[in-house]
């Protein structure tokens, strides 16, 4: 049986959230990303200096700060 593939376009953030997901809600999918660059990930490494807020639904410091890669923990 020929296995099921997703081919998304774009390795910015919104193509690797939703292959990820994808691949996660069916294992069996293959999933493939096209970047028209030789960059993957390209705004998420510039953003927020190099230290990108990686969510927006935390409700205390402490736990924000663990959610920012690089930051210091106090
Ligand atoms: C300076 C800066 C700071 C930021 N700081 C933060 C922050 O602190 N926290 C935060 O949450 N967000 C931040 N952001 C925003 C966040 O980086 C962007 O919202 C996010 O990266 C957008 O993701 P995207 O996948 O929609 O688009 P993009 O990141 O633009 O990805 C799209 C990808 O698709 C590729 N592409 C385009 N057309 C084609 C095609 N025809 N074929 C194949 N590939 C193609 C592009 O080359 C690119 O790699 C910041 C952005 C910038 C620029």
Request: charged share 15%.
């Amino acid at each position: 049986m020929h296995k099921k593939r997703l081919i998304v376009i774009g390795g910015g953030a919104a193509g690797f959230f939703c292959a990820v997901n994808a691949s996660r809600l069916n294992p069996a999918l293959e999933v493939i990303i096209l970047e028209s660059s030789n960059k993957l990930l390209s705004k998420v490494k510039v953003s927020g200096g190099g230290r990108c807020n990686v969510t927006h639904a935390c409700y205390s410091i402490a736990d924000m700060i663990k959610n920012i890669p690089g930051a210091l923990y106090f």
